[in-house]
């Protein structure tokens, strides 16, 4: 069964750093363009970043360039989102997504459960 | 940067209803806009792509259709199962975006 699972999330103090995971089973991931999805509480969506597979270019959000980075461990089937300088406003469940083909040019057609990420003193 | 504005914010509704939700961008594109579904609790489950294309296992009831800078989802015959909140999202040029969303609940 093809699924996508987060990890990492937890409760931080602003200024503080996570790095989130999202394990692929059941697909080669690394072959798909794939990003993350976040969503405050009792808010809508709001993208993050996106990788491309076919060309391995990133792409982010203005609200988190310059203190996210979004990267890839082909080896272990995994996404990651390194988020550094974190403030209140990043408190969110945060989503793994996968797109379809190799292009960073698509929507998301299979997403995970979500992590969630609350930044906090 | 590409904004999306959704209209209503919410819909009241009943089953059978054909319900019309609107997605209208800041610059005209006319490809890559998706149509998302999301229950409380649950990642959102992609309905539609590239304007009009209908995802495997998605009822024909939702269709996609766009008219220069705006796009629309609308919901042939409301069923129980679409009480839900829905969300276009570009992916025509970065920064992606979503919209703000639409909650259809029950009249």
């Known amino acids: 069964d093809v699924q996508l699972l987060e990890s990492g999330g937890g409760l931080v103090q602003p200024g503080g750093s996570l790095r989130l995971s999202c394990v692929a089973s059941g697909i080669t991931f690394s072959t798909f363009g794939r990003g993350w999805v976040r969503q405050p509480p009792g808010k809508g969506l709001e993208w993050v970043a996106t990788?491309?597979?076919?060309?391995?270019?990133?792409y982010y959000a203005d609200s988190v360039k310059g203190r996210f980075t979004i990267s890839r461990d082909i080896s272990k089937n995994t996404l990651y989102l390194q988020m550094d300088s974190l403030r209140e406003e990043d408190t969110a469940v945060y989503y793994c997504?996968?797109?379809?083909?190799?292009?960073?040019?698509?929507?998301?057609?299979?997403w995970g459960r979500g992590t969630l990420v609350a930044v906090s003193a | 940067d590409i904004q999306l504005t959704q209209s209503p914010s919410t819909l009241s509704a009943s089953v059978g209803d054909r319900v019309t939700i609107t997605c209208r961008a800041s610059e005209t594109f006319t490809r890559y806009l998706a149509w998302y579904q999301q229950k409380p609790g649950k990642a959102p489950n992609l309905l539609v792509s590239e304007v009009t294309k209908l995802e495997d296992g998605v009822p024909s009831r939702f269709i996609g259709s766009a008219s220069g800078p705006e796009f629309t989802l609308t919901i042939s015959g409301l069923q129980p199962d679409d009480f839900a909140t829905y969300y276009c999202?570009?992916?025509?040029?970065?920064?992606?975006?979503f919209g703000q969303g639409t909650k259809v609940e029950v009249k």
């Open positions: 999202q570009q992916y025509n040029t970065f920064p992606s975006s």
């Open positions: 990788f491309s597979g076919a060309s391995s270019l990133t």
């Open positions: 997504a996968k797109g379809r083909g190799s292009t960073a040019f698509a929507p998301f057609h299979m």
